[in-house]
């Protein structure tokens, strides 16, 4: 596969003096679903907006299907199509009229537009609402009208910000298999960014994980995860003294349990690395209780993207994903 996305030492220094992009450097081939996984204020959206022309870049090389973003932009937005957080459709038209809008934007003939609209609401579920008012579309059914509106004049490369913001988790699943299928059927070429870590394990075969304006580390979701090569244990508890200290003694007890093979600190308390971590927690527990360190909650699960975050950058991505552990177990313990 050829690359269709070249990035090389890409810098956006904004007019304030912010570097929100910090020389970074990646290449996608034509029909790879790739992704950018960080938090708010990583640098996601501003790459975003240079490959897509809506933005000058400071310095740097960028090209797409080979056309340079600075001296061709109009070829590059000829074959792309751009779906940010927010959804853009006219809430007064319908869903046909709609897609039929973008066609005539992009300068469709009218019997293929026609048929290309048809076949993007079977795509997309929509067949049964495609008369009625947009405005009165759910949440994931306006996402979804959103996503076939971008792909009116077949695109060969789609560029979704943070696609799933906002939406309900059964919606958020429709729109993964929806991604899913058009990589996978129509080979369009998918640059994804997300903040959630079950989006892009899901979707993506090729990541990189960006903070702060700058690449931490790249590769499919499966070979990052081995790096961890072990369960992970998160800690939480009551410091009757200061953080610092009461992690300290956590970590001295720690060091003495057969099994533990990394220590992070983490904002609720500590994050442990050990083979089976199952197995050890009630050794953790009960070392815990001796030393009178007041755990509020033990979780462990396998290794995830949030681990390698973690490991490269020393805290977590805030969002809701994170509540959730789908792969692991838990138990609390409260202050008696």
């Not at 049964?128 to 059914?141: E, L, P, T």
């Amino acid at each position: 596969m050829s690359e269709i996305i070249k990035v090389d030492n890409l810098i956006q220094i904004y007019g304030d003096g912010t570097k929100a992009v910090d020389d970074i450097s990646f290449t996608i081939r034509e029909g790879e679903f790739f992704g950018f996984l960080g938090p708010n204020g990583a640098g996601k959206s501003t790459t975003i907006k240079i490959l897509t022309t809506l933005l000058s870049k400071t310095s740097g090389s960028v090209t797409v299907a080979g056309f340079s973003v600075d001296k061709e932009p109009k070829e590059i937005r000829k074959i792309i199509g751009v779906q940010s957080q927010e959804t853009v459709i006219d809430a007064d038209l319908t869903g046909r009229e709609n897609l039929m809008l973008q066609g005539h934007f992009q300068q469709m003939q009218s019997g293929i537009l026609r048929e290309r609209v048809d076949e993007l609401l079977k795509l997309m579920d929509l067949q049964d609402v495609a008369d009625k008012r947009a405005g009165n579309y759910s949440g994931g059914m306006k996402k979804r009208l959103d996503l076939a509106s971008i792909l009116v004049h077949k695109p060969k490369l789609l560029f979704l910000d943070e696609p799933t913001t906002g939406l309900d988790p059964q919606s958020r699943v429709a729109i993964w298999e929806y991604l899913d299928k058009l990589n996978k059927e129509e080979n369009i070429t998918m640059f994804l960014t997300t903040q959630y870590m079950e989006e892009a394990d899901r979707l993506c075969r090729k990541l990189s994980i960006i903070d702060n304006g700058k690449i931490v580390i790249s590769g499919s979701p499966t070979e990052l995860k081995r790096q961890v090569g072990a369960d992970s244990i998160k800690l939480s508890y009551e410091n009757d003294e200061s953080k610092e200290e009461t992690n300290a003694k956590a970590k001295k007890i720690l060091n003495t349990i057969r099994g533990v093979s990394n220590i992070i600190d983490s904002d609720e308390g500590l994050t442990i690395y050990a083979k089976n971590a199952g197995f050890i927690i009630p050794d953790i527990v009960r070392a815990f209780d001796k030393n009178k360190i007041k755990l509020n909650s033990v979780s462990f699960s396998s290794p995830t993207l949030d681990d390698i975050f973690l490991k490269h950058t020393g805290r977590r991505i805030r969002t809701e994903e994170l509540l959730k552990n789908p792969t692991g177990g838990m138990f609390s313990r409260r202050r008696r």
